[in-house]
């Protein structure tokens, strides 16, 4: 069974930056398709980045050039830089494996992130 661990949210002012770190456990890591999604209150959960296992990243228009995405095979573990965070980036931020191309089969618990104007 596949288990996600979102850490590294907290409290920011605008401006800021913040790591988020997700260690993933009972799947064949290196070979998953991983991602990071958000959710804002009251709004629909959007995809944020993703990172193929060859390391091929996609990002969302809204945070192209401010986050990154990258990977350790060796630690099992998917990160999120997010630089230059604003207000607007205030959400849930949910860890997630792909099971098969299309599927985001597997979910975290999330990590919460606000960032304070």
């Known amino acids: 069974q596949v288990r996600l661990v979102e850490s590294g949210g907290g409290l920011v002012q605008a401006g800021g930056s913040l790591s988020l770190s997700c260690a993933a456990s009972?799947?064949?890591?290196?070979?998953?398709?991983m991602g990071w999604f958000r959710q804002a209150p009251g709004k629909q959960r959007e995809m944020v980045a993703t990172i193929s296992s060859v390391r091929t990243t996609n990002y969302a228009d809204f945070v192209k050039g401010r986050f990154t995405i990258s990977r350790d095979n060796s630690k099992n573990t998917v990160y999120l830089q997010m630089n230059s965070l604003k207000p607007e980036d205030t959400a849930i931020y949910y860890c997630?494996?792909?099971?098969?191309?299309?599927?985001?089969?597997?979910w975290g618990l999330g990590t919460q992130v606000t960032v304070s104007s």
């Open positions: 009972g799947s064949i890591f290196w070979n998953k398709h």
């Open positions: 997630a494996e792909e099971s098969f191309p299309g599927n985001w089969g597997a």
